[in-house]
């Protein structure tokens, strides 16, 4: 065998140098902890479908980011029941129902994914609605959908990490 042979083999001479870069590489990013990703996915889906029941509801608004904050009694805005029977058009709910359930739900689930409480329920509530979305309403963003499904499918499957109210619960009842 010649020399230049032996010093490209892997794990010899030169070409072990990028090797081993790599797996040192891989093995640092092996360390982020799930907790850290959980947490990010908790707040970032919780935000993104809270947006969207904002859009929903007069008279309570809550956006930390933009400063705004109205409280108040919540209703349906005017346009959200046309909304629901013009573009969602979803098959087996009437519009009367679909848009104030559909409103609760953007509430309620991502407050509860956001404090960590009852958290691989509300991912997995989320999930349905975001299947339905994908299914029957826009079916074209599929990318967008497929990214809302990995965060909820890593909250269902690995829960909400360390910084949780599930996670306080379960160490008090000894889980």
Same mark, same amino acid.
């Given at each position: 065998?010649?020399?230049?042979? /032996?010093? &490209? !083999?892997?794990?010899?001479?030169?070409?072990?140098? #990028?090797?081993?870069?790599?797996?040192?590489?891989?093995?640092?990013?092996?360390?982020?902890?799930?907790?850290?990703?959980?947490?990010?996915?908790?707040? &970032?889906?919780?935000?993104?479908?809270?947006?969207?029941?904002?859009?929903?509801?007069?008279?309570?608004?809550?956006?930390?980011? &933009?400063?705004?904050?109205?409280?108040?009694?919540?209703?349906?805005?005017?346009?959200?029941?046309?909304?629901?029977?013009?573009?969602?058009?979803?098959?087996? +709910?009437?519009?009367? +129902?679909?848009?104030?359930?559909?409103?609760? !739900?953007?509430?309620?689930?991502? +407050?509860?994914?956001?404090?960590?409480?009852?958290?691989?329920?509300? !991912?997995?509530?989320?999930?349905?609605?975001?299947?339905?979305?994908?299914?029957? /309403?826009? #079916?074209?963003?599929?990318?967008?959908?497929?990214?809302?499904?990995? /965060?909820?499918?890593?909250?269902?499957?690995?829960? #909400?990490?360390?910084?949780?109210?599930?996670?306080?619960?379960?160490?008090?009842?000894?889980?």
């Amino acid at each position: 065998m010649n020399k230049s042979a /032996v010093n &490209s !083999a892997p794990g010899r001479g030169f070409s072990a140098a #990028p090797l081993r870069l790599m797996r040192q590489g891989v093995a640092l990013l092996n360390r982020i902890p799930d907790s850290l990703i959980g947490l990010l996915g908790r707040f &970032s889906i919780a935000a993104i479908f809270w947006k969207s029941g904002q859009t929903k509801v007069q008279g309570f608004a809550i956006d930390i980011v &933009s400063g705004e904050f109205q409280f108040g009694l919540p209703r349906l805005s005017d346009s959200v029941i046309e909304l629901f029977r013009d573009e969602y058009r979803l098959p087996l +709910l009437s519009p009367e +129902l679909a848009a104030p359930l559909a409103a609760f !739900a953007e509430h309620l689930f991502p +407050l509860l994914i956001l404090l960590g409480l009852a958290t691989r329920f509300s !991912a997995l509530a989320l999930l349905v609605m975001t299947a339905t979305i994908q299914l029957l /309403v826009y #079916p074209d963003a599929w990318p967008t959908h497929g990214v809302w499904a990995a /965060v909820l499918l890593f909250l269902i499957a690995r829960g #909400p990490g360390a910084i949780s109210l599930d996670r306080l619960i379960a160490r008090r009842c000894g889980g």
